[in-house]
């Protein structure tokens, strides 16, 4: 019996090779040009969304509303991750080079499968959680009936950018941000705006629209019963793609709740409301992997230096996104500020420095990391990870003690600028291991990449 991943050995010639809707020659680059431009244009309506109901929320709730709101966003994050890591990431891994065939439809309604499993599991948690505590109990309520919707519009829109098709997922993405924006309009006309769980409500309907558009779309439905195959065969990807995401949310977090121990609560809140004007460049630095990874994948079997050039120019691209972003928030007016911000922009504008500079070192990391999932290296991703990690930790909480909470974004900002340079050791190493043939990762069927003559389950 032969299993996904299984690769004829006769098969030498690179001409076999297909990318779906994409010419050889110079066609190619304007075929991935267009892919980047329509990629860039979802990251918009995906930062526009999630950045947009959350300064929605910052302005118009209370103190306690935003809190609760704040917290079942962040649950729909962590699970999001999680999904992502077990499925999307380890189907574009395998699959973005790979003709449409019936093997490939069964990989897609395993990976449905699967997401929809996490969020199930999701669902539960939350509503576990909102039966013990009243002032979650409503937004929990709402995010973990909203969370299904959520990951299978999100696993569509991997699909889409697997397949070479992001315009598929700009469009999903569209009719999130239009479907959603009636709803918020509609509660800003009701008064229902002080409303945390009404506020996520209007937020996710549009979440499950463009779900129902991408899964009769594609024509695919969930299989539950091929999770246990999917795992299977992913297991050493989702392994370590849920360890490197794990670490890297527990680093994150444990940083936010030991600051009011050392600090104070308010200094909470001054770096929650510094990393919120850096918010969309976060979106499109995370959102990026929906291009970079397929992309990579198709590139790939030109050899370890066509992919090293493309992540070195990947890198460099995002880094000077970022660059200019970065730039216009420190020249950003007072008055633009406070208005976005509010009362929180007194304490967050002093840090807004450290904290772009944290958000220089993500962007420079974005592409080795990017690139390791490209090849499989979990162990080099969980060495990479296993230093940011503590670095993260240990230098925010030094500057915490040494200079409150501008020591403690400085020394975020100087852990994420040294850590970029750990990925991108790793990467590079990743690289000279499969230039000299060398797997960098475990061998399994998982990890091979698939050509066009691709063998069936049987």
């Not at 479907?179 to 996710?204: E, F, K, R």
């Amino acid at each position: 019996m032969t299993v996904f991943g299984d690769v004829d050995p006769s098969v030498q010639d690179d001409s076999r090779w297909v990318v779906a809707g994409e010419a050889p020659g110079s066609s190619a680059g304007r075929s991935r040009t267009m892919r980047a431009t329509w990629s860039l244009a979802d990251q918009g309506l995906s930062s526009l969304s999630n950045f947009g109901v959350s300064l929605v929320a910052a302005r118009e709730l209370p103190g306690s509303g935003f809190g609760s709101y704040v917290l079942a966003f962040y649950a729909y994050t962590l699970c999001l991750g999680v999904a992502y890591a077990v499925g999307s990431e380890p189907y574009q891994v395998r699959f973005s080079h790979t003709p449409f065939s019936a093997d490939l439809r069964r990989a897609r309604g395993q990976l449905l499968g699967t997401t929809l499993a996490v969020a199930l599991m999701g669902t539960i948690l939350l509503l576990a959680v909102a039966a013990v505590s009243g002032s979650l109990r409503a937004p929990f309520v709402v995010a973990g009936l909203a969370l299904p919707g959520l990951l299978l519009q999100d696993v569509t829109r991997q699909l889409y950018f697997a397949d070479g098709r992001p315009w598929w997922a700009t469009l999903s993405d569209g009719l999130w941000v239009a479907v959603s924006a009636g709803a918020i309009a509609v509660l800003w006309v009701s008064g229902g705006m002080h409303s945390s769980y009404l506020l996520l409500a209007a937020w996710a309907c549009g979440a499950w629209v463009g779900a129902a558009f991408g899964l009769l779309h594609l024509g695919v439905v969930p299989r539950l019963n091929g999770i246990g195959a999917w795992l299977r065969e992913n297991s050493s990807m989702a392994v370590s793609f849920t360890a490197d995401f794990v670490s890297m949310a527990v680093a994150g977090q444990l940083v936010i709740y030991l600051l009011p121990l050392i600090v104070s609560l308010s200094a909470v809140g001054s770096m929650q409301g510094a990393a919120l004007l850096y918010g969309p460049l976060a979106v499109v630095m995370t959102g990026s992997r929906a291009f970079g990874v397929p992309e990579g994948v198709r590139i790939r079997h030109g050899g370890p230096m066509a992919l090293r050039r493309f992540e070195g120019g990947y890198g460099a691209g995002l880094f000077a996104i970022a660059a200019v972003y970065f730039a216009a928030v420190l020249l950003l007016p007072a008055t633009w500020g406070r208005f976005i911000l509010g009362a929180s922009w007194a304490g967050s504008s002093p840090l807004l420095l450290w904290v772009g500079l944290s958000m220089l070192g993500t962007a420079l990391a974005v592409a080795p990391a990017q690139g390791l999932r490209i090849l499989a290296a979990g162990r080099r991703i969980l060495l990479a990870r296993a230093v940011d990690a503590p670095i993260t930790i240990a230098l925010s909480i030094t500057g915490a003690f040494l200079g409150g909470v501008s020591g403690a974004a400085m020394g975020l900002g100087a852990a994420k600028l040294l850590a970029a340079g750990i990925w991108w050791l790793q990467f590079l190493r990743a690289c000279r291991d499969d230039r000299k043939g060398c797997s960098p990762h475990p061998a399994g069927p998982e990890t091979a990449v698939v050509p066009s003559n691709l063998r069936s389950i049987g």
